[in-house]
């Protein structure tokens, strides 16, 4: 089973900042990488897959990258509304498994 | 509009079954696959099953041991979870999802039902 890692496990960033979460793979992923953002009370939903790729109607200040092992979201000017839980999640092997989470508020 | 509705969960004591339904609209629901997640009270996210498009494939976390059972009716645009020999920390928020491939990314869910095993 391929274990993810995510760090820091929270984050607290001023409004218009950049916020950097990272993901970590135990074995290469190659790009089969998703990341989700979920809000209290919320279902997840998706921001990027294939590790880099935008879904659709996700604002441009979400951006993802890195392969293999190691993976970046990037929040380029955190606004309020991006408080919520991030996850990043493997679908190259299953079982597909989820890291544990960053939270990110605003400091 | 896109959709996919949970149901089917409850209160049910350990050992006991369940069945979870899923039921999708206004997206063609034959052509992707389906899979279910789960959330236990104040955790992260746990993958737990996927289905192929047309049920030839199916792929299940390690907790399962054979307990739950992924399929679909593709008629009813509908995925079931049935859940066998429910153990107190199976209690979570069910999600359904769909992904254009198994090895895609999950761009659709729902909005989650709530299985509680509890004696």
């Known amino acids: 089973e391929i274990v993810m890692t995510q760090s820091p496990a929270t984050l607290s960033v001023s409004p218009g900042e950049r916020a950097t979460l990272s993901c970590r793979a135990s074995?290469?992923?190659?790009?089969?990488l998703a990341w989700f953002q979920q809000k209290p009370g919320q279902a997840p939903r998706l921001l990027i897959h294939?590790?880099?790729t935008r879904a659709t109607d996700v604002p441009a200040r979400f951006g993802g990258s890195g392969s293999g092992t190691e993976f970046t979201l990037t929040i380029s000017g955190l606004q309020s509304e991006d408080v919520a839980v991030y996850y990043c999640?493997?679908?190259?092997?299953?079982?597909?498994?989820f890291g544990p989470g960053t939270k990110v508020d605003i400091k | 509009q896109v959709k996919l509705v949970e149901s089917g969960g409850g209160v049910v004591q350990p050992g006991r079954s369940l069945r979870l339904s899923c039921t999708a609209s206004?997206?063609?629901?034959?052509?992707?696959?389906m899979h279910w997640v789960r959330q236990a009270p104040g955790k992260g996210l746990e993958w737990v099953a996927v289905?192929?498009?047309?049920?030839?494939?199916?792929y299940y976390a390690d907790f399962v041991q054979g307990r739950f059972t992924i399929s679909r009716d593709n008629s009813k645009n509908t995925v079931f979870l049935q859940m066998n020999t429910l153990r107190i920390e199976d209690t979570a928020v069910y999600y359904c999802?769909?992904?254009?491939?198994?090895?895609?990314?999950?761009?659709?869910w729902g909005q989650g039902t709530t299985v509680t095993v509890s004696s």
């Open positions: 999802a769909r992904s254009h491939l198994v090895y895609y990314g999950m761009d659709v």
């Open positions: 294939v590790a880099s």
């Open positions: 289905t192929s498009f047309d049920a030839s494939d199916k």
């Open positions: 206004a997206f063609t629901f034959s052509n992707f696959a």
């Open positions: 999640q493997q679908y190259s092997r299953w079982p597909f498994s």
């Open positions: 074995q290469s992923v190659s790009s089969n």
